[in-house]
């Protein structure tokens, strides 16, 4: 099985809500990554998980956070968010970091 | 960090044509990959290939490691190909993505 799930696919929020994105995948990957995309860019780095602990957050704001339950799943909480924060946000996963990375379907995320 | 510069920005092709797309590196890598980005969003893996040639149906990769290069040979264009195709690569960590090739392929 060589599939990233993510849920919602997509999700639209007002600035006071919170909600969470998951993704999930079961090739026994160690390292998970999200990333946020913007309209004709490239995918953007925010937080990589490594072993289950977080390694790398590219300065990310505080109202995204993100959460690593078990080797299989990566969680990503949302709270307060802007409407610039409207994106494609991707997960992916890799054997380890700086291997070949899988990507998700994405959720494409609307902030009202 | 490595800087990847992607050429050209954007291709329009007749159905049929060939084309090949180029991804330059500022430093050494040890992980390259490209990807097909579809209209839905969808990151699809083309190619792992930090050196050599590998070829994949219509399809093929070259990454001259020792120049800080990468190539993809796109034959026999079909409008399925349409969409963006990114290179990513890194030193011994994290990939950093070129700002991609936007391709149109028409009828």
């Known amino acids: 099985d060589t599939e990233v799930t993510q849920t919602p696919k997509h999700l639209v929020m007002g600035m006071t809500n919170k909600k969470s994105l998951k993704c999930e995948q079961h090739?026994?990957?160690?390292?998970m990554y999200w990333y946020k995309q913007k309209a004709k860019k490239p995918p953007e780095l925010m937080f990589v998980?490594?072993?289950?602990?977080?390694?790398i957050n590219e300065s990310v704001p505080s109202r995204f956070s993100p959460e690593c339950p078990n080797s299989s799943l990566l969680n990503l909480h949302l709270h307060a968010l802007q409407p610039e924060d409207s994106a494609l946000y991707l997960c992916a996963s890799s054997q380890d970091s700086g291997f070949e990375q899988f990507f998700g379907p994405g959720t494409r995320l609307t902030v009202l | 960090g490595i800087q990847v510069e992607q050429s050209p920005p954007d291709l329009i092709l007749q159905e049929g044509a060939n084309s090949t797309l180029r991804c330059n590196f500022s430093d050494s890598v040890n992980n390259l990959q490209w990807f097909h980005q579809n209209p839905w969003g969808q990151l699809i893996n083309l190619f792992y290939i930090p050196s050599g040639t590998k070829q994949n149906g219509r399809l093929s990769a070259t990454t001259v490691a020792t120049e800080r290069y990468s190539l993809l040979y796109i034959s026999s264009s079909q409008t399925t190909d349409s969409g963006v195709y990114f290179c990513a690569g890194g030193g011994s960590y994290i990939p950093t993505f070129g700002r991609g090739t936007s391709l149109i392929v028409h009828p």
């Open positions: 090739m026994g990957h160690r390292a």
């Open positions: 998980y490594s072993y289950e602990k977080l390694s």
